[in-house]
């Protein structure tokens, strides 16, 4: 018979044979407050009761300790003020909910539903259920408690844990002496005093060491003064203040300790012997604010003064200490408006100059004073006209050419060097540019197709050259900034996002902001010329340990936007959080789009009671489109990766955003687009003299490898699911305060001993978004000369696509429009040891009201036994019934699912996002598969096939999006293929509608969808929301998973002729043109029944159809390396074009390890270019 262990409970006896715990010993509570209902029932159990810890957690921790009996007692997801008792039985995890009735005394929901006794707290509970061994009602008895792991905060809630036990007047996080000099310092400071247990209650008979009570007091502060002042060094201070400084200490410190018994805190001695040492710095002050005044006046301009404030004359004052700070405050305030006015006038005078060098004359037409609101601003900047020198590719000869891009006058201009005058044909105005194709094959390559000024219906392309990919990118910006600008649409279908973090360092900026704000600095930044004096459309900036009061704060950003980028903005919400604090600010034009706006905060300070640490989050629509940013400021310290693990997925826990009747959904699936921002505090992970040694030759690409933020999405322990861009800047943490320069401070020198704080990228800005929808990034960089913290400010630019909140299809309102979403099967892989059955509810915003299946009834083997994997077939799962039928509005929708337990507490096992793009009025379903995720950890991943029917009302034809401009090669058909019975023109297109686009640094969100000629085929599973260490930042050329999953799309799929009627050509093009398929709303009439023309030698795609069945596997065979196969595959890259221009970073992201191996790797790549 097995031996019967009972907790030791806290505060037992650590010795002898376990004794069964006293039920009637009271825990002694603070005397200023009665104990709550939780705290009565928690009393004692920090054996087994583990607060606040996920489900999965809890399973892992049951797995662990390996023997059945094995028991923990969490808190329930689903009903507040319950808890689960977890059961741990032949490697299942049986679960039961422990409920309070009505008297507050809590019962197990035993399996067979017969009454359960009822018992005051938790603790009497797990006793008498131990005393009753195997006969309890449940699976099996309760045996071996399992507590919380040294990783866990036992104590961290005030209400569990017994050192809290403190009243109001005792307790040192109260005191001012705890919270001033430990709780308000960054972590980094904090490490004097051990984590945990907080420092006993002051001495109180040690609170008069002032020197408040007597004379010996007094004289002891004498002798101690004349000690001090006889090791000062004198040569260097003058006779005269030397006397003031004796004549202080002999007598004035007499007069000011009699003040401060009396409660006086003027100290009028002390106040004059600053003023006598202050004499000549006031008399300085005034003669620096008059010449500050002259400076200003002599760079005063009559266009700029009313954008700039100009600096102002301290009107005099006493000579008083604090007439004193104030004129030096004073002095800092004029030299900030200063530097903003001397920024303002040089660049105004700049761009006049630059300006008068135009190829039109000034009385051509101006400006339009209504612009679309997207990407325009209130006032008129001087944006000057930027040259492009470019290489034009036309009949296999190169010549050179300059595109010149005027922005306010919607013109593009060709120019030939050649040529001395201008040719006015080469002009070509905003609504003539249609698309923009870029090349993966080259990175500096570009298309570009202009419509034919007389006929209308042809296009001419015009096949680039740039000298480089970011020159390339610059250009393609500035044709949609643009075409947006002069856009004749009201309708905004696309807005232009700031995002900004800086921890201020408890300090106010000593310099302007304006490059931040501008996205000037190191890294990706935007043009600054061009693109850095137009406005965005909103303005998203988090700070953390700020200086300034929330008013102050505030208006110091609006009144920055607006002398430096000339835009008026209007506070959307601001959310403060001790020193977290997060602002939104919006053009005024654009207020009107938002609503439902809501605000919140976590704590995950000490104990999660304290501000400190913790986030501040903001939510709102713009139009029909959800918003979420959350700003943080995560535990310091390199040793606590796991503690700031923790944070993250205790703020996705704590945040109280989105729709009540979603709460079943926290914010990584409530909202289509999720920015989270601030000083996260993940630090570069290595040895202190190589991370130097790095730092010092930049070689950003080797610490990047060792960035604890990556190593924990590749790992899935936090923020799985986030994209961020590329990191080309230098590490923002820890700077010298007031210098330019990168000599990193990484050394503290404490009382404790010395503290390491490695250079690390600290402040971070990652997104998340919905599958399907539009977002990218511009840039991503540091401000490097904004000085006054320890840390830089980042900053990053989007510009995002929105939707519209309202239906504009009249017909598909109509009750007679027969619409449904259909599910044909769904399997999940659910990562759990429960044994149970699921259900599956289903959320959006296009249902009316919520849905659910009924229990799965089959299961698939998995071969992992911590995985569960339950069926649903077509007829367990529910006919979705939207509200409208019109096809733009339901392509724009999204379908929550939720994987919940039928049995124990119907908690969530994961939840995620399937889009409706692409998969509307199509003959067979299309298969998605998505990432399952519940309070921030990975549980498993739902597949299955889907696909709506809109009924028999005409849709209509979709408007093209104002971001669909720009398009990769890989996903845009080269109209000259599907003309067959003319040769292939070098210069003249037909005309396209709609072709699908995507931008080759927009995430994967807008890019997972198969061409429309394609879904009449048999679906691909396809990732519509990848896994974390498989989803890039941003697409690069040769990185492109679409690219992939095209070419996989065109090799199972040909065109359906009822849909698109192509004529293929014969021979040896044949297998090419086959695999061509037409854009999304493209109309292709079919061309006569003719002979087709001979195949030319070389014939042009934008397709590349690979000759070998695995052309990857067979070059890693050539190279010995055969086992690399899957990392390649499983990630996109599926053909050699598209991993010949990949990096050292890139191949460690897709999981290989062993640098010999990646030398042999980049070694072939090198020669394959060759």
Request: aromatic residues 8%; glycine residues 6%.
């Amino acid at each position: 018979m097995s031996k019967m262990f009972y907790p030791v409970f806290a505060g037992a006896a650590s010795k002898g044979k376990p004794r069964s715990p006293n039920l009637h010993v009271s825990r002694k509570w603070s005397r200023a407050s009665k104990p709550s209902l939780r705290q009565i029932h928690t009393k004692m159990s920090g054996n087994y009761f583990h607060r606040g810890i996920s489900r999965l957690r809890a399973e892992e921790l049951l797995l662990s300790a390996g023997e059945d009996g094995s028991f923990l007692v969490r808190d329930s997801e689903t009903l507040q003020g319950a808890y689960v008792l977890c059961l741990l039985f032949q490697s299942r995890v049986h679960q039961y909910r422990v409920l309070p009735g009505h008297d507050n005394k809590l019962s197990i929901q035993a399996e067979g539903g017969a009454p359960e006794p009822k018992y005051p707290d938790l603790n009497s509970l797990v006793a008498d259920y131990i005393k009753r061994g195997d006969k309890n009602g449940l699976a099996f008895g309760l045996k071996f408690p399992v507590p919380p792991d040294k990783g866990e905060e036992v104590d961290s809630d005030p209400e569990n844990s017994a050192v809290w036990n403190y009243s109001d007047e005792e307790s040192p996080l109260l005191s001012n002496e705890f919270t001033e000099f430990s709780l308000l310092r960054d972590d980094d400071d904090y490490q004097d005093n051990p984590p945990g247990v907080p420092p006993p209650p002051l001495v109180r008979e040690n609170a008069n060491i002032n020197g408040l009570d007597a004379n010996p007091e007094e004289q002891k502060i004498k002798v101690t003064l004349l000690n001090n002042f006889s090791k000062l060094d004198k040569t260097s201070v003058e006779p005269d203040f030397l006397e003031a400084l004796r004549d202080y200490f002999e007598r004035g410190i007499e007069t000011d300790v009699t003040a401060v018994k009396a409660g006086d805190t003027n100290l009028p001695e002390f106040q004059k012997l600053l003023e006598f040492s202050a004499k000549n710095l006031q008399r300085e002050l005034d003669r620096f604010l008059r010449k500050v005044r002259t400076i200003s006046d002599l760079l005063t301009v009559p266009e700029t003064s009313a954008l700039t404030r100009s600096p102002s004359m301290m009107d005099k004052g006493g000579s008083s200490v604090p007439a004193m700070l104030e004129k030096m405050n004073k002095c800092r305030s004029n030299l900030m408006a200063l530097d903003n006015k001397v920024q303002e006038t040089l660049r105004y005078f700049s761009v006049s100059l630059y300006d008068c060098l135009p190829f039109e004359s000034l009385d051509s037409d101006p400006l339009p004073e209504s612009f679309t609101p997207l990407l325009s601003s209130l006032g008129k900047p001087h944006i000057p006209r930027s040259d492009f020198e470019v290489k034009l590719i036309r009949t296999g000869k190169q010549s050179k050419m300059t595109l010149s891009v005027d922005i306010p006058h919607g013109k593009l201009y060709a120019v030939k060097p050649s040529k001395d005058s201008f040719d006015p044909n080469n002009v070509f105005t905003h609504e003539r540019i249609t698309q923009l194709v870029k090349s993966t094959k080259d990175n500096t390559k570009l298309d570009m197709l202009i419509l034919d000024e007389e006929k209308k219906k042809k296009q001419t392309k015009f096949t680039v050259v740039f000298t480089s990919v970011h020159v390339r990118e610059t250009f393609c910006q500035q044709i949609m900034q643009m075409k947006n600008m002069h856009s004749s649409i009201v309708d905004v279908d696309q807005i232009s996002v700031f995002v900004g973090t800086w921890n201020m360092g408890d300090s106010q900026p000593t310099a302007s902001i304006n490059s931040w704000l501008r996205c000037n600095g190191t890294g990706k930044p935007r043009d600054p010329q061009v693109l850095g004096v137009i406005p965005h459309d909103m303005y998203v900036i988090g700070t953390q340990e700020s200086a300034m009061t929330e008013k102050d704060w505030v208006n110091f950003v609006k009144n920055h936007i607006k002398s430096c980028l000339m835009a008026d903005v209007e506070l959307v919400e601001v959310c403060t959080l001790w020193g977290i604090r997060l602002v939104v600010l919006v053009k005024k034009q654009l207020r009107q789009y938002i609503n439902r706006i809501q605000h919140s905060t976590v704590r995950t300070g000490i104990a999660n009671t304290l501000g400190n640490k913790g986030a501040v989050g903001i939510s709102f629509y713009f139009k029909g489109t959800s918003f979420c940013f959350i700003n943080c400021h995560l535990t310091s310290g390199d040793e606590r990766n796991e503690r700031r693990n923790q944070n993250y997925r205790d703020i996705i826990k704590g945040l109280s955003l989105g729709q009540k009747h979603l709460g079943l959904f926290d914010v990584l699936n409530q909202f289509n687009h999720l920015f989270w921002l601030g000083d996260l505090n993940y630090r570069i992970e290595d040895n202190i003299a190589t991370i130097l040694e790095k730092v010092e030759s930049r070689d950003i690409e080797y610490l990047i490898t060792k960035d604890q933020l990556k190593k924990v999405q590749r790992e899935k322990k936090g923020f799985c699911g986030f994209c961020e861009e590329d990191i080309s800047f230098m590490p923002t943490y820890r700077l010298p305060r007031f210098q330019i320069e990168y000599k990193y401070d990484w050394k503290k020198v404490k009382k404790t001993g010395e503290r390491i704080n490695a250079p690390s990228w600290c402040d971070r800005v990652l997104w998340r978004s919905y599958p399907g929808t539009y977002i990218e990034n511009l840039a991503y960089g540091c401000a490097d000369k904004v000085l006054g913290s320890d840390h830089r400010p980042v900053f990053s630019s989007f510009n995002v696509g929105v939707t519209s909140d309202f239906v504009m299809n009249r017909n598909s309102l109509t009750t007679e429009s027969l619409i449904k979403i259909v599910f044909h099967q769904i399997v999940a892989q659910v990562k759990t040891c429960c044994k149970q059955y699921f259900y599956l509810e289903f959320h959006s915003t296009c249902l009316a009201d919520v849905a659910s299946s009924s229990a799965n009834t089959s299961f698939q083997q998995h071969k992992t036994g911590f995985y569960t994997c339950p069926v649903w077939e077509k007829k367990q799962i529910p006919e979705l019934r939207p509200l409208f039928g019109d096809e733009e509005y339901l392509g724009d929708q999204h379908i929550l699912i939720a994987v919940r337990s039928r049995d124990s507490d119907n908690e969530s096992y994961g939840e995620c996002v399937v889009e409706m793009k692409n998969k509307i009025d199509i003959n067979k379903p299309q298969a998605f598969e998505c990432q399952l995720l519940h309070q921030g950890e990975v549980t498993g991943k739902l597949s299955g096939q889907v696909h709506a029917l809109t009924g028999s009302f005409t849709p209509r034809s979709s408007i093209k999006k104002s971001y669909e401009l720009v398009a990769l090669d890989t996903e845009y058909i080269d109209p000259e293929l599907m003309h067959s019975d003319s040769p292939p023109s070098a210069d003249t297109l037909t005309p396209l509608t709609g072709p699908q686009i995507s931008n080759s640094h927009a995430t994967l969100t807008h890019v997972q969808s198969m061409p429309a000629a394609l879904l009449d085929k048999p679906p691909i599973p396809i990732s519509q929301r990848p896994a974390v260490d498989d989803l890039p930042s941003v697409y690069k050329y040769g990185d492109v998973q679409s690219s992939a999953l095209f070419q996989k799309q065109l090799e199972h799929n040909l065109c359906d002729s009822s849909r698109i009627r192509i004529q293929l050509p014969t021979g040896q093009g044949a297998m090419q043109a086959s695999h061509k398929s037409a854009p999304v709303g493209c109309t292709v009439t079919e061309p006569p029944n003719k002979p087709p023309p001979p195949v030319p030698k070389k014939q042009p795609s934008y397709v590349n159809i690979p000759k070998q069945k695995n052309p990857i596997g067979e070059w890693l065979k050539g190279i010995n390396l055969p086992q690399y196969q899957d990392n390649f595959i499983k990630n996109g890259f599926d053909q050699l074009q598209f991993i010949k221009n990949m990096s050292k970073t890139d191949l460690m992201e897709i999981g290989i390890r062993n640098m010999i191996h990646i030398d042999l790797i980049l070694e072939s790549l090198k020669r394959m270019s060759l």
